[in-house]
């Protein structure tokens, strides 16, 4: 009888034990699917306003990484390093410029190859290639388009999230209405009034307000870190001494000799400048980056109206 007692205590006992078991199991699978469920989508962008894009669509969802990040630096001399390559080996989703803008990031993308990766190029959405002004994002219709690619990437990476994405995306795509509200205004007011600028970068947001952008082969030579020839220099100066430009644009990552040249004649000549940069200034989205520098193009127009007069 104590025999049979002993063997009915430790089934009871097993018993007891394969249900905690069960509920363990439970227990570890449900918080397994809740760890896949919460695991963020990696993202690496060569440029923070892409990056940018990308947190605004993907929000509590993605893990953004931005190579390109400092408003202070030269994006022209990048080079890439060791943390960007295992940053990119692990990414879900990669994001760049292209048009030879960084063409480190198609080296370091064929030194890492990733079947489950998803690239998108800016260039590739709007059709541009080297030699090709390659500052896209500065081109109304360049964000709108990687958005779109960005939301797609996500939604096929995590179908669960769709609809957040989708909601994210028609957000967003709204929010850039104001930006083009600005360049309709300008247009109306502006378009056909001569500038000039110490580069290309905003030569795409020059285009879509219609103004008449002067001297571009020493922009050019500029970018591409050549010497600008002794007649496009002095066409540059005459320019600015003659007041024939209303602003001049330069960018304030790339201040060298001749730039600062450049900036120091138009002050003396009353021409009123405007600069721009590469890289999203630190605490601003996109769209309030694209508008601070609209609304400062509108400003040093506005004032070349007192200084330069109606000179074309």
């Not at 247009?187 to 103004?211: K, N, Q």
């Not at 600015?240 to 990552?253: C, F, T």
């Not at 506005?302 to 330069?308: F, H, R």
Request: glycine share 6%; aromatic share 6%.
């Amino acid at each position: 009888m104590k025999k049979l007692s002993l063997k009915w205590h430790d089934a009871r006992r097993a018993l007891s034990l394969s249900k905690y078991l069960v509920a363990g199991a439970a227990v570890l699978a449900m918080s397994q699917a809740a760890c896949a469920q919460d695991a963020k989508i990696q993202v690496v962008a060569a440029e923070n306003f892409y990056g940018d894009v990308v947190h605004q669509l993907g929000g509590a969802h993605v893990d953004v990484t931005s190579i390109l990040s400092n408003p202070d630096e030269d994006p022209h001399l990048f080079e890439a390093s060791p943390k960007t390559a295992r940053a990119l080996q692990h990414a879900n989703l990669v994001v760049y410029n292209g048009a030879d803008y960084d063409p480190w990031m198609a080296k370091l993308l064929n030194a890492s190859k990733n079947a489950k990766r998803t690239i998108i190029v800016a260039a590739d959405l709007t059709g541009k290639k080297g030699g090709d002004n390659p500052h896209l994002w500065y081109d109304p219709a360049t964000v709108p388009a990687v958005a779109r690619a960005v939301t797609v990437a996500l939604e096929t990476a995590d179908p669960a999230n769709k609809s957040a994405y989708d909601a994210n995306l028609a957000k967003f795509l709204d929010s850039l209405k104001p930006i083009d509200a600005k360049v309709a205004e300008l247009h109306g007011r502006y378009a056909g009034v001569p500038v000039t600028a110490t580069e290309p970068v905003f030569g795409y947001m020059s285009d879509a307000i219609g103004l008449s952008m002067r001297n571009l082969r020493f922009q050019l030579a500029t970018m591409n870190d050549t010497e600008a020839s002794a007649s496009d220099i002095a066409a540059f100066e005459k320019d600015l001494r003659d007041r024939r430009v209303h602003v001049l644009i330069y960018n304030s990552q790339a201040t060298e000799a001749l730039t600062k040249r450049m900036l120091k004649l138009a002050q003396q000549s009353h021409v009123p400048t405007m600069s721009v940069t590469e890289t999203e200034p630190a605490g601003k989205t996109y769209q309030v980056w694209m508008l601070t520098q609209l609304d400062a193009l509108g400003a040093a127009l506005a004032g070349s109206q007192t200084t330069t007069g109606t000179t074309q």
